[in-house]
């Protein structure tokens, strides 16, 4: 079975977002993590159905979008890790990603 694995700066990117919609309002912020949590977890069963990265163009580097956010994530071997999560109207290069 796939598991799925947290990056560091995966886990920073959650708290980040959680934290600047909740300027607004704690609850949206709330409901929007845990939405965004439920579309990373549908990924133990399909792995393969976000879509590549067009930045990286490797079949391994995939996305899933959620909002106006790109939920970045690795399949290495049987496990997905996700390694970070990128607001869409950011510039976003290979090298501002780490993992």
Same mark, same amino acid.
């Given at each position: 079975?796939? $598991?799925?694995?947290w990056? &560091? /700066? %995966? *886990? /920073?990117d959650?708290d980040a977002? %959680?934290e600047?919609? %909740?300027? @607004?309002? &704690? !609850?949206? #912020?709330?409901?929007?993590i !845990?939405?965004l *949590?439920e579309? /990373?977890?549908r *990924? /133990? @069963?399909? &792995?393969?159905?976000g879509?590549?990265?067009? !930045?990286i163009n490797?079949?391994k #580097?995939r !996305?899933?979008?959620? +909002?106006?956010?790109?939920?970045m994530? =690795? =399949? $290495?071997?049987? @496990?997905?890790?996700?390694? +970070?999560?990128?607001h +869409?109207a950011r @510039?976003?290069t290979p090298s501002a990603?780490s993992?």
């Amino acid at each position: 079975m796939v $598991k799925i694995i947290w990056s &560091p /700066t %995966a *886990l /920073t990117d959650v708290d980040a977002i %959680a934290e600047y919609i %909740a300027r @607004d309002s &704690p !609850e949206h #912020a709330s409901f929007f993590i !845990e939405r965004l *949590l439920e579309q /990373t977890n549908r *990924l /133990t @069963d399909f &792995p393969h159905s976000g879509r590549v990265i067009r !930045e990286i163009n490797d079949d391994k #580097a995939r !996305e899933i979008i959620y +909002g106006s956010y790109r939920i970045m994530y =690795l =399949l $290495k071997n049987d @496990d997905i890790w996700i390694t +970070g999560i990128v607001h +869409g109207a950011r @510039d976003w290069t290979p090298s501002a990603q780490s993992s």
